[in-house]
């Protein structure tokens, strides 16, 4: 007998599913409402399936009856759950949902006493919310008994999927969800802010409606709980949107016109972006005396632990765990259950420092990834990476005594002696990412609203013109057998008719279509400004380098002590941003013996390279791994200072695992004028490829992906 049937298996979240339950041993069965697209992924998996929609109780009954538990992964979930949970109660099958509504879950509640009577039990949201928000409150709560209210924050590296989105457009015009003094309460979007340590400081989240503000009350008995999403611009936009303009987007023309627009609006991410997805969640637990518990849990992507959790609870659920009822995540599994998923840890935050758990994955090292700044710039390099050695004497001078710098000892590095690391970069495609939108998505965003609205005016107006003629011409017709009165009474109100059906029919023809060409002109437009502004050179100098904080912490760093670039927009960019490079403007030219000259403005400092490829480069993973103590030295964050001695720190982050990145060794002749660092004297330096002969050694990188962090001020 089919033990797992998960429904809305051909969505995004399904299909994770479904792939995650093979991966686990599992063999479901797959069910949805679209024949052709069950039939086909059937047909891929080897699956058995079957497809009936929600208004049919008799088939979903027939359906739910040869399963031990049904897995729904179908929304909007306010319109799929109810059927479900009835055909479920009916056949004596466990119900899951992946929800991420409170309305749903308050819905649930409802079946409370029907499910115990069945002896079946009702799990809504076992996704990754609220599997994680769920199990973290219940910790939370756990730590301070007693507590009074809890707050939950949420950030998260993607975008959301269709179906989420979908469920959003349709919420629009409603207030948000909080829990206050045990009873639900909806205020106004916008009117509620919060600021949460997401693991790189204290950062603004803006109120919104997640089914924790039901879950967690019945998980852990605390009657004031809200919820928040961290305010990345796509959320202050689509939250300040609904506060101002929902009462319009919830009309059925504007939800016509939105849901049209999903397909680029919320576009399915690869399994690179999967792999590479994150997420933050903070629970803040308070008692009436003013004490707080505050602990933060990160996992992979949002999507993929759904599929995580979900199958997860569907098969512990087949092994006999469950309790009848309705039911949550942590009650029944309790707060450790979603740290049994590969990639989750949770911390502890206590005055200030953190204690933390890996969950399940073995694989986790070292200190937890945290989420880039939520602003950042982003390019393709092609650099080439010289280490020269230094007097360490001399290199300490150059280093702002107040910062409190200190140069480490490095392996392999001669006594007395000290690199700094010398790039020289080709800049390609650069352009500036905020909150996790690029501004190729800015523009097309912000064209597709004028799209929407051109082509909804022009759609309207031809609409209503044509309509109009129509409706005159057929009411006229239908009048005039009531004589010219009626006649007049017929055109008049058939062209009035006619103009509205026909405007809004149209409208909506138009916005969907001006949307579309105005998104793809207006990304067209910016992959154009990336290749024109974000195409440059510029030269970086950084020294590996140690500094003491107060109580005797150590962090190492990569200090800037130049920049050089022929680009103005870039120093126009560090103007305004202030990262504390000290990027001045150069020239650069090759010579006829194939050496680059560079003039340094405004002293004319000469600087002069000369590279050589070498004839056996070998493999790219030797070249990598002879590289290391390099590497290593890059990745440390870069400190930057201001005019004002103000200490700047940025990340710098690096792909070299990229599998299009070639690393080729070179050896390099560098010369520096005087005045080309300031403080140090002009150098020449012979510098061999990098080779297990010098692990200090020259190397090319090729297209190399990175990711320069906006900066923030170390006060420290």
Not at 155 to 177: C, F, N, P, Y
Not at 194 to 205: H, K, L, Q, T, V
């Amino acid at each position: 007998m089919p033990n797992l049937l998960i429904y809305g298996a051909t969505g995004y979240s399904g299909r994770l599913i479904v792939q995650r339950a093979l991966a686990r041993g599992l063999k479901p069965v797959i069910a949805g409402r679209d024949r052709h697209a069950i039939e086909s992924m059937a047909s891929a998996y080897g699956l058995e399936w079957t497809t009936v929609s929600v208004d049919q109780p008799a088939g979903l009954r027939s359906m739910t009856a040869s399963a031990a538990v049904l897995l729904n992964a179908a929304g909007p979930f306010t319109a799929t759950s109810a059927p479900l949970i009835d055909a479920c109660l009916a056949t004596g099958t466990h119900y899951l949902d992946i929800s991420g509504e409170a309305d749903t879950v308050e819905e649930t509640v409802k079946w409370h006493d029907a499910a115990i009577r069945r002896g079946v039990m009702l799990m809504p949201a076992v996704g990754f919310e609220v599997v994680a928000s769920d199990c973290l409150a219940a910790h939370v709560a756990r730590r301070l008994p007693g507590a009074t209210s809890l707050k939950l924050g949420f950030d998260k590296s993607q975008a959301t999927s269709r179906g989420s989105l979908m469920t959003s457009i349709e919420m629009s015009g409603q207030g948000v969800l909080v829990r206050h003094d045990g009873k639900l309460v909806s205020v106004a979007p916008g009117s509620l802010t919060c600021n949460f340590d997401y693991g790189s400081g204290p950062a603004p989240s803006l109120a919104v409606s997640f089914s924790d503000v039901s879950s967690a009350f019945f998980s852990t008995g605390i009657p004031n709980i809200e919820t928040y999403l961290r305010a990345t611009l796509p959320v202050w936009g689509a939250v300040t949107a609904n506060q101002y303009w929902g009462w319009l987007l919830s009309t059925p023309p504007w939800q016509s016109v939105l849901k049209g627009q999903l397909e680029w609006l919320a576009p399915e991410s690869s399994h690179q972006e999967r792999k590479a997805g994150w997420a933050v969640l903070v629970a803040e637990a308070k008692d009436a005396s003013g004490r707080c518990a505050r602990s933060r849990m990160h996992t992979g992507d949002v999507y993929w632990y759904t599929a995580l959790s979900a199958v997860g609870v569907a098969e512990k659920c087949l092994a006999g765990e469950w309790k009848s009822g309705f039911q949550t995540p942590s009650r029944v599994y309790g707060p450790e259950f979603a740290l049994s998923f590969e990639g989750a840890s949770r911390e502890d935050i206590v005055e200030g420092r953190s204690t933390g758990s890996h969950g399940h994955d073995p694989a986790v090292k070292g200190p937890r990834r945290t989420p880039p700044p939520p602003t950042y710039s982003t390019a393709r390099l092609d650099s080439l990476i010289c280490p020269v050695m230094i007097d360490s004497r001399e290199l300490q001078s150059c280093l702002p005594a107040h910062a409190q710098l200190s140069l480490p000892r490095l392996p392999h590095v001669p006594e007395g002696r000290h690199p700094i690391i010398v790039e020289i970069w080709r800049v390609q495609d650069g352009m500036i990412e905020v909150g996790g939108v690029t501004a190729h998505r800015m523009w097309e965003l912000a064209s597709a609203a004028a799209g929407i609205g051109f082509g909804g005016s022009a759609g309207a107006a031809i609409g209503a013109g044509i309509g109009g003629a129509a409706g005159a011409a057929s009411g006229g017709g239908l009048g005039m057998w009531f004589g010219p009165l009626g006649w007049w009474w017929g055109v008049t109100a058939g062209a009035a008719a006619g103009a509205a059906a026909g405007a809004t029919m149209m409208a909506t023809t138009g916005a969907t279509h001006g949307a579309r060409l105005a998104a793809a002109a207006g990304r067209r437009t910016s992959e154009i400004n990336s290749r024109i502004i974000g195409t440059y050179n510029e030269i970086i100098v950084t020294v590996p380098c140690r500094r003491t904080r107060r109580g005797g912490f150590t962090d190492d760093f990569a200090f800037v002590l130049g920049t050089y670039t022929d680009s103005m927009a870039s120093i126009l960019g560090e103007w305004l941003v202030g990262w504390g490079f000290r990027k001045s403007q150069a020239f650069g030219a090759r010579t006829k013996d194939g050496a680059l000259e560079v003039g340094i403005c405004p002293t004319g400092a000469p600087f002069r390279v000369v590279s050589r490829q070498t004839s056996t480069p070998g493999p790219p993973n030797l070249v990598r791994l002879a590289a290391t103590h390099v590497l290593t030295s890059l990745s440390h964050p870069m400190l930057g200072v201001l005019p004002a001695n103000r200490l700047m720190i940025s990340l710098l982050d690096r792909s070299f695992e990229d599998p299009a990145v070639s690393v080729v060794p070179v050896s390099v002749g560098m010369e520096s004028g005087d005045g080309f660092l300031q403080g140090l004297r002009p150098f020449a330096s012979d510098i061999k490829a990098i080779g297990n002969d010098d692990l200090w050694g020259a190397f090319v990188v090729s297209g190399l992906p990175v990711m320069l962090s906006y900066p923030r001020a170390d006060d420290d």
